[in-house]
């Protein structure tokens, strides 16, 4: 399966569900501020945060041709392995799924903390753009350039696993491995969509359930997109940051979300060379899910 095929399977078993529970939170937020219809009153936003979407989506989905996908990866190594690709041990399914989530979070956590928060920021910037952080949003419904770092995670964890697997003397382990990759990357999603949700991070058992399996919660990883905090980079558990000593607890404080400096849907994909016109910004309220700059320097 290609990797444009990978996020539009993903997005159809997994974000859908994500992204109508979060529409139905900012909706639900919307009509107990104002007794003005939410639809009418946000019109032109709703256009431009949908039409940011698609055209993200669109760069992600053709991005993806380009690089070779996790199982084009595992077949390779499984070749060099010599490991015959249809013999699983399912004994062996639950410590490997254990041992690759661990490995591939491991790895999540190194390309996310030195190298999108550092050389890499560029690709990165989108999906911290959102001052409103939901599966609704550009850059979070949608990353354009998030095939490189899964690309780099990837290769990453499968040489990892597969080194491991032949210090071993156990290729089979291989074929199971790929067996459960599906799995893996349902899982990946899940949580993903899950610690970004703006509906989840309502509920005090949503956060306590994710902290009984040890898995990044949703109003733990509000605070990685605050503007001017740094930490909590596992996106999908808090093993590293606790072992690297890069976690943030979450609080109760107001905190500024998005970036801390004049960005726009159009800067986000461009590296800052190009931005929405002003004119475009007031006519779509842009200011209301970006941090947009007056033109004497101040918050609108």
Not at 95 to 105: N, Q, R
Not at 134 to 158: H, K
Request: proline fraction near 6%.
């Amino acid at each position: 399966m290609s990797n444009a095929r990978t996020f539009l399977w993903l997005f159809a078993y997994v974000q859908i569900g994500f992204i109508i529970l979060d529409l139905f939170e900012h909706w639900r937020s919307a009509r107990e501020s104002t007794r003005v219809p939410v639809i009418p009153r946000y019109r032109s936003l709703i256009a431009a945060v949908a039409s940011a979407c698609l055209v993200y989506f669109a760069v992600q989905v053709g991005l993806a041709s380009l690089f070779p996908n996790i199982g084009r990866i595992a077949d390779y190594a499984t070749r060099a392995a010599h490991a015959d690709a249809f013999l699983i041990d399912t004994r062996w399914q639950i410590p490997v799924f254990l041992g690759a989530f661990l490995t591939g979070t491991f790895f999540d956590y190194l390309v996310h903390r030195f190298l999108l928060h550092g050389v890499f920021w560029r690709l990165h910037e989108n999906h911290h753009l959102p001052s409103v952080v939901s599966n609704v949003m550009p850059g979070i419904a949608a990353r354009p350039f998030v095939v490189l770092p899964n690309f780099l995670i990837n290769v990453g964890s499968c040489g990892a696993i597969f080194a491991v697997v032949s210090l071993m003397g156990r290729p089979q382990l291989v074929a199971t491995f790929v067996h459960i990759v599906p799995l893996l990357l349902l899982t990946f999603a899940f949580i993903a969509s899950a610690s970004h949700s703006n509906f989840l991070r309502r509920y005090e058992v949503c956060e306590t359930l994710f902290r009984a399996l040890f898995l990044i919660t949703p109003r733990e990883h509000l605070i990685h997109h605050a503007a001017n905090i740094q930490g909590n980079y596992g996106n999908f558990t808090p093993l590293w940051d606790h072992a690297f000593g890069t976690y943030v607890p979450p609080t109760n404080d107001a905190i500024r979300l998005g970036l801390d400096y004049d960005q726009d849907f159009l800067g986000a994909i461009t590296a800052g060379f190009l931005k929405l016109p002003p004119g475009v910004r007031q006519r779509f309220q842009i200011e209301q899910v970006c941090r947009i700059e007056s033109s004497h320097g101040t918050d609108p």
